[in-house]
């Protein structure tokens, strides 16, 4: 009796079953300056640089205007420090005069180390007179135009988040080594990784024009 002839196998299923099964919603972390990394330890930034407190600003620099919740138009000898539209390289901003120049001489050097991260951030207000968010009774840094807040990609990073833009860490030195403090020093509910401004010695000690 003749032996039943073997079924040949089918080479298309064959190579479906060695194919590597796909791996579905799994998407490399990113790793450009809109990316999520930790706060570093305070330690490692902000050396020899304090934030500017009010009783500071306001003997310097005056009353900016109205200490409002929402931002108010700057007034009286004040308003003639503002300058506006002012190109610092990535955009344009309004703040101080002394602020807008020393931000513009951090993106310029900034620009020539990481281009990347200079093309890629964005501006989320600089002068703005209010209060602050977390103390009413204080203004904020925003209201002399001497602050600015910073972020990547779509979403800015809540205050009081231990996280922050990979940008903004890596502009951080730039902003260190020109006078400004980086909020991601604040403590508790306070920490703001977007957030930079003129530090307490250089609002003391401006840069020469």
């Not at 298309?12 to 790793?31: E, F, I, M």
């Not at 000898?77 to 990535?90: E, T, Y």
């Not at 920490?191 to 010695?201: G, L, P, R, T, Y």
């Amino acid at each position: 009796m003749a032996k039943a002839a073997k079924k040949k196998a089918d080479p298309k299923k064959a190579a479906k079953k060695k194919a590597a099964p796909k791996t579905v919603g799994l998407a490399a972390p990113s790793t450009g300056p809109e990316a999520l990394v930790d706060i570093p330890p305070r330690n490692t930034f902000n050396q020899n640089l304090t934030s500017a407190s009010e009783a500071t600003m306001l003997q310097i620099l005056g009353v900016p205007g109205a200490k409002t919740k929402d931002c108010s138009p700057a007034t009286g000898a004040f308003k003639q420090r503002v300058v506006a539209r002012v190109d610092v390289g990535p955009f344009k901003v309004n703040g101080l005069d002394i602020a807008v120049q020393s931000l513009k001489a951090v993106f310029d050097e900034a620009e020539q180390q990481i281009p990347n991260v200079v093309a890629a951030v964005k501006n989320d207000g600089m002068l703005c007179v209010r209060h602050k968010r977390m103390n009413a009774n204080s203004f904020s840094n925003h209201s002399w135009g001497t602050a600015i807040d910073l972020f990547f990609g779509t979403d800015a990073v809540p205050q009081g988040s231990s996280k922050t833009h990979r940008g903004c860490l890596q502009l951080a030195p730039f902003f260190n080594k020109h006078g400004w403090y980086w909020g991601a020093g604040f403590s508790g509910s306070s920490v703001d990784s977007m957030h930079f401004e003129m530090a307490e010695q250089t609002i003391r000690n401006p840069p020469k024009s």
